[in-house]
């Protein structure tokens, strides 16, 4: 009840009636106002946290390990990646960046790019897919695998299950590989020591998360985006170009 | 404070939480934020996508809308509506059951919890609660 006017007023189901704002409104608007502003505030500091580390001059020069080659060994800028399977900003410059890295950089001869298989711990189902991966290589279609196990990323990561190996067979399939040669060599983890090497070259450039790319000699952390890829290729394009390491060449499709 | 401005203050609270998944799922927001639990294991996860989108974005379209009938029904000419009430139980009431679904996923499917997705369930319980309270209040009769 309101007040003393509405005392001899019988209720009456279904009835509510108009009141008068109620004090607590200005507290009310108050209070959404300030969860407003500070939910924004949050956000945007959220937002505008740099994804990337600073940019930092490393040694490629004794590239130890080989990675995995696309494009002419010899073009003027050198790129490597360091990638996890899992990891969803791998996946999202898999996507997003990469088939314009290809087609505009790589096929146009200006960039040789190494994938290295940065597999990182606590993503269990990462190794297997580099094992998957490199299985593929030995059939000439590792950049297949690849673009499989990164479109397909949420089918067979850690949380959706804890046997990858089903979906990486499908993969296989679709790709056109001798099923029976990939899943000899997947069963048997064949090529542990080349994915430990890429993984220790990480180590060696101190890749502390993924992705992170050597682009000329800058190392550049971070699904970045085309235009800002090809500002560190233009970059390292100007300076004179490191030593490529040596090693087999696969050829990506688009 | 009246049950449907704690249920306002709630959803837009609700809504910067979903938002904040939805700018990762968008890869606006480079890493989640986590001090408990395994946030990112659960966000990529298969169940992090319903209907085609994002879990998170349905979660933000929910919050909008429970937080534009929380708002109208607080306003002069929404107060007197008693269908607010029985629209704001069944909304929250979906999303409590919908949100008790993702719990069990995260405890007994993908092993991993979100601490932000276990906010938003109890924010949800929390706008349910209070809008069963505000539906008992306005059944019988006058309010006040």
Redesign the interface.
Known sequence: ??GGR?AG?R?????????K??K??R??YL??AI??IG?GV??AT??S?P??APVQEVDVTAAAAEGYLAGNPSAPVQVLEFADY?C??CG?FSL?TEPDVRRRLIQAGLVSYRFYDFPLP?HKNSLQASIAAACADDQKKFWEMHDALFFN???W????TTNPGKFFQDYAKQIGLNVDDWKKCFEAQQHLTRIYGNRKEGDRVGVSQTPTFVIGRKKVV??IGYDEFKMYVDSAAALPPAPAPAGPKSTPKQ | MRPRQVIAVLALTGAFVALYLTLYKMGVIGELSCSVGECETVNTSRWATFLGGPVAAWGLATYVMILTLAAFGVSERGEGSRKISWALVAITGWSVLFSAWLTYLELFVIHAICIWCVTSACIMLGMFVTSLVDLRGRIGGIEE
């Open positions: 009840m309101a509405d007023k209720k009456r189901p279904g009835v509510v009636k108009k009141k704002p109620a607590s409104s507290g009310f209070l959404l969860i407003f939910g949050w956000l959220l937002a946290r994804k990337a899992e969803p900003a999202q997003v606590q990323q949420p089918e990561s850690t949380g959706a971070g699904a």
